[in-house]
């Protein structure tokens, strides 16, 4: 049996979602800044996306901005704030943001701006009081994501926001791994920008959005054309984008239906590995987070060659954090938690989503308990394992 548990990396594409971005790859080659029929069939498509992506989030069409990915839209609010920020030279963000975030903070505090990174606490929460200290009339943004890629853990962002507003800042929350798992409001989350991906909730690698509160200044950070009001120059990507708007349509329609499943097969899985592994604790807030995931610490099992172990059995998970040239780097999410050096090196992160089942889930809590004291009895005896 192959089972997937690594959603929060990538999902499969919904049927509904495949239809709809093969009918615009089959038959609607047009530009969408085309004046012909050609054009404005392709540049209806794009209305048609930004409609429901706004309608997903609570937002207005004309302040959604296509780009290729949650990247790219972080890339796009954090420096086109920054740019547009004037005296103001702080740029602020909490310490478990994602690469897309942080790595685009150092380019920035190369070029002259002040960053500040925000602790949390032993759950993944940024304290509110946190980041009230560390304003102040310089700072123009503040960069907190809605929950966590690693543990799920879902942040105060009204909170937070508010915070950042009472001092002039504007806030921007990284919203790839809440969309389309839990309801997501700007209005009611207070924030001038938000980032969304579509290969996070079923829809097409290559497709994203940037949400802008009207009036907010950006800097266009891709100049050329006309495109997305100025904001994103280049002919936008539209088979990949029609499959945008038509994730977010489900994804509404099964947020208005309720809570599904996934909640309760995570907790499944969860207590399962829990209760037939020793030696396993969950990371993160219990409750606070999103139904799909968990992240679990397996005493004296190095990440890493649990992943490659499951992997062989047919089952593809993730550690959260980068690999490079085979050596595990430590999640820098963790280590924010202040976990100590070998707990940031053993922790799997189980993600669920469209395709899972019980069956499914009771099988991988089957295989663990075998794969995991096969891994430690090597340990055991000094023998390096990669499988």
Not at 34 to 60: E, P, Y
Not at 140 to 162: C, D, F, K, R, Y
Not at 230 to 235: K, L, P, Q
Request: hydrophobic share 40%; aromatic share 2%.
């Amino acid at each position: 049996m192959h089972v997937y548990l690594d959603h929060n990396a990538t999902t499969p594409l919904d049927p509904a979602v495949i239809e709809t971005t093969v009918a615009v790859l089959r038959g609607e080659f047009g530009n969408a800044s085309s004046v012909h029929t050609f054009g404005q069939t392709a540049k209806s498509r794009l209305d048609v996306a930004r409609a429901a992506v706004a309608d997903l989030i609570g937002g207005r069409p004309q302040e959604v901005i296509f780009t290729s990915g949650g990247t790219e839209a972080d890339n796009l609010a954090l420096r086109g704030v920054a740019e547009a920020a004037g005296a103001r030279r702080q740029l602020v963000a909490s310490a478990i943001e994602h690469e897309a975030v942080l790595n685009t903070l150092k380019a920035l505090a190369r070029r002259g701006w002040t960053t500040t990174l925000l602790p949390v606490d032993g759950r993944g929460i940024v304290p509110p009081e946190t980041l009230e200290a560390a304003l102040s009339p310089e700072t123009a943004l503040v960069s907190i994501m809605h929950a966590n890629n690693e543990i799920g853990t879902i942040q105060p962002i009204a909170e937070l926001a508010a915070i950042a507003h009472a001092q002039g800042a504007l806030f921007h929350t990284d919203a790839v791994q809440s969309i389309g798992k839990i309801p997501v409001d700007v209005e009611r989350l207070g924030v001038d920008l938000l980032s969304l991906s579509a290969h996070k909730f079923n829809g097409p690698q290559g497709a994203g959005a940037l949400w802008v509160r009207r009036g907010r200044r950006l800097v266009a950070a891709t100049t050329g054309g006309g495109q997305e009001r100025r904001r994103r120059a280049g002919t936008e990507n539209v088979s990949a984008i029609a499959g945008l708007g038509a994730a977010a349509r489900i994804a509404r329609a099964k947020l208005e239906a309720g809570p599904g499943d996934i909640a309760g097969l995570r907790d499944r899985l969860e207590a399962g590995i829990l209760a037939g592994v020793p030696g396993t604790v969950v990371n993160g807030d219990p409750a606070r987070r999103v139904p799909n995931t968990t992240n679990i610490s397996f005493d004296r099992v190095e990440a890493e060659s649990l992943l490659i172990a499951l992997d062989l059995e047919g089952v593809a998970v993730s550690t959260g954090s980068a690999c490079s040239s085979g050596t595990l780097e430590p999640s820098h999410v963790l280590r924010a938690m202040g976990f100590p050096p070998h707990r940031t090196q053993n922790s799997i992160r189980f993600s669920l989503g469209l395709g899972n089942t019980t069956e499914q889930v009771d099988h991988v809590v089957g295989v663990m308990p075998r794969v995991v004291e096969r891994l430690r009895a090597l340990s055991r005896t000094g023998q390096h394992v990669n499988a």
